[in-house]
């Protein structure tokens, strides 16, 4: 079998605790080969990186493989790739740099249906250099972005636009393709959040056509830390602030102080995982990754629907997000019920259910859900039937 669910679940050791996680959206599980991988890196001989003594090469290769681990995921060049703590941590950084440039008269572009990390950096970038911020709001109802919501806010003043490439709680994921290519039309620069994304779909960065695109490991099997990436011609022309003696090569001129090498090693293992998912795929790792996200996606969609079509069901149910594309994440409601409790209930049956705005703070509000949010379920690339079932048995049983 191409995917084989059970012969995944095996690599899982936390699976062993019986417990069904459909909190994937916030953190995925991990295999175990991620673990040794970051408990064999930090144990081998290691230095600063340098290519001279052995243990310098070994941290060398770490950082080398990495990079090239993450331009196989993603389809970049490798030159491109800057390591972060997280993704929260890249956006920052990349607001700064790229404001130093931005002034009056000079804006901005975000939507409601971001993760605050994908908005507060930039907006607040703006607003210190006197930037006009505009904001690009979805529907309601289908909680769709269409492509016209960014470029009826694109003029020739536009400098920078940063977009979901799915919404953490609601799924939707917008057209980033025909975004990048209106963006770019009108000289800006294109960003996109791929950290809910990453885990569900192929992604194909040279094909999207954006300046930036990120994900974060720990949405994917690996350890906490983030990875943005861009073309290397382009972080060439970006100033940032640095250390006097550090470098001025990139990617490492974005990257400060020393880097937790044994912590790469976790994300060259995740995404080698990845890579075996469909452990018949052959060929290169980046043909591998095509073809196991592949299989994935027609391992979840189902289950998605199966998952939706039940909880839909149950009495007193409101659902959010039915964008035609989008990833097998779920976000709901009961009538007269509080999501927490909900949320503590399913907890004692074992069931990782959670309640919350989950930083999508911008599109809880306009949802009506203020900070409170919804109970979110995200299916796993370990998730099953039987998993579903219990969260179906579990939210009957309130
Ligand atoms: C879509 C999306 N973007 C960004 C983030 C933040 O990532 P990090 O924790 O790496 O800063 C999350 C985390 O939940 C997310 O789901």
Same mark, same amino acid.
């Given at each position: 079998m191409a995917y084989d669910v059970n012969r995944i679940r095996k690599?899982?050791? /936390?699976?062993d605790s019986g417990i069904a996680f459909f909190d994937g959206p916030g953190g995925s599980q991990v295999p175990k080969s991620v673990g040794q991988a970051i408990a064999a890196a930090i144990t081998q001989? %290691? /230095?600063?990186?340098?290519? &001279?003594t052995l243990s310098e090469q070994n941290a060398e290769k770490c950082v080398q493989d990495y990079r090239a681990a993450v331009a196989d995921l993603?389809?970049?060049?490798?030159? *491109?790739v800057i390591y972060g703590r997280s993704w929260t941590q890249l956006t920052y950084d990349m607001s700064r740099n790229l404001a130093?440039?931005? *002034?009056?008269?000079d804006e901005i572009i975000v939507t409601r249906l971001d993760h605050d990390s994908n908005i507060r950096p930039w907006v607040q970038a703006a607003e210190a250099k006197g930037a006009t911020v505009k904001w690009a709001e979805f529907d309601k109802e289908s909680a769709e972005l269409p492509v016209e919501s960014i470029t009826n806010l694109l /003029?020739?003043? =536009?400098?920078f636009v940063a977009v979901t490439? @799915? @919404?953490? %709680?609601?799924?939707t994921r917008p057209d980033i393709a025909a975004m990048a290519k209106a963006v770019k039309s009108v000289g800006a620069l294109f960003l996109v959040d791929a950290v809910h994304l990453t885990p569900h779909a192929v992604i194909d960065f040279k094909a999207i056509g954006a300046d930036f695109l990120g994900f974060s490991s720990y949405k994917i099997f690996g350890p906490h830390c983030g990875s943005l990436v861009s073309h290397p011609e382009l972080l060439e022309q970006i100033k940032n602030d640095k250390l006097a003696? /550090? =470098? =001025? &090569?990139v990617p490492e001129r974005f990257e400060f102080g020393t880097l937790p090498y044994e912590i790469m090693a976790g994300v060259t293992a995740s995404i080698d995982f990845v890579a075996g998912m469909d452990d018949q795929a052959t060929g290169t790792r980046r043909e591998r990754i095509i073809k196991s996200m592949n299989a994935l996606e027609a391992y979840e969609h189902p289950l998605f629907e199966y998952m939706e079509k039940e909880i839909s069901a149950l009495p007193g149910v409101k659902t959010y997000g039915h964008a035609k594309?989008? =990833?097998p994440t779920l976000y709901f409601t009961f009538e007269g019920k509080d999501s927490v409790e909900i949320f503590k209930h399913l907890a004692k049956l074992k069931v990782n259910a959670p309640a919350h705005n989950f930083y999508a703070y911008e599109a809880s509000h306009r949802l009506g859900l203020g900070d409170k949010g919804a109970i979110r379920a995200g299916l796993a690339p370990y998730s099953t039937k039987e998993d579903v079932d219990r969260l179906v048995s579990g939210l009957k049983s309130f």
């Amino acid at each position: 079998m191409a995917y084989d669910v059970n012969r995944i679940r095996k690599e899982f050791p /936390s699976l062993d605790s019986g417990i069904a996680f459909f909190d994937g959206p916030g953190g995925s599980q991990v295999p175990k080969s991620v673990g040794q991988a970051i408990a064999a890196a930090i144990t081998q001989p %290691t /230095s600063n990186r340098n290519t &001279v003594t052995l243990s310098e090469q070994n941290a060398e290769k770490c950082v080398q493989d990495y990079r090239a681990a993450v331009a196989d995921l993603l389809n970049c060049d490798s030159k *491109g790739v800057i390591y972060g703590r997280s993704w929260t941590q890249l956006t920052y950084d990349m607001s700064r740099n790229l404001a130093k440039s931005w *002034g009056p008269g000079d804006e901005i572009i975000v939507t409601r249906l971001d993760h605050d990390s994908n908005i507060r950096p930039w907006v607040q970038a703006a607003e210190a250099k006197g930037a006009t911020v505009k904001w690009a709001e979805f529907d309601k109802e289908s909680a769709e972005l269409p492509v016209e919501s960014i470029t009826n806010l694109l /003029s020739n003043k =536009t400098r920078f636009v940063a977009v979901t490439g @799915a @919404a953490n %709680t609601l799924g939707t994921r917008p057209d980033i393709a025909a975004m990048a290519k209106a963006v770019k039309s009108v000289g800006a620069l294109f960003l996109v959040d791929a950290v809910h994304l990453t885990p569900h779909a192929v992604i194909d960065f040279k094909a999207i056509g954006a300046d930036f695109l990120g994900f974060s490991s720990y949405k994917i099997f690996g350890p906490h830390c983030g990875s943005l990436v861009s073309h290397p011609e382009l972080l060439e022309q970006i100033k940032n602030d640095k250390l006097a003696p /550090s =470098t =001025t &090569v990139v990617p490492e001129r974005f990257e400060f102080g020393t880097l937790p090498y044994e912590i790469m090693a976790g994300v060259t293992a995740s995404i080698d995982f990845v890579a075996g998912m469909d452990d018949q795929a052959t060929g290169t790792r980046r043909e591998r990754i095509i073809k196991s996200m592949n299989a994935l996606e027609a391992y979840e969609h189902p289950l998605f629907e199966y998952m939706e079509k039940e909880i839909s069901a149950l009495p007193g149910v409101k659902t959010y997000g039915h964008a035609k594309l989008r =990833t097998p994440t779920l976000y709901f409601t009961f009538e007269g019920k509080d999501s927490v409790e909900i949320f503590k209930h399913l907890a004692k049956l074992k069931v990782n259910a959670p309640a919350h705005n989950f930083y999508a703070y911008e599109a809880s509000h306009r949802l009506g859900l203020g900070d409170k949010g919804a109970i979110r379920a995200g299916l796993a690339p370990y998730s099953t039937k039987e998993d579903v079932d219990r969260l179906v048995s579990g939210l009957k049983s309130f």
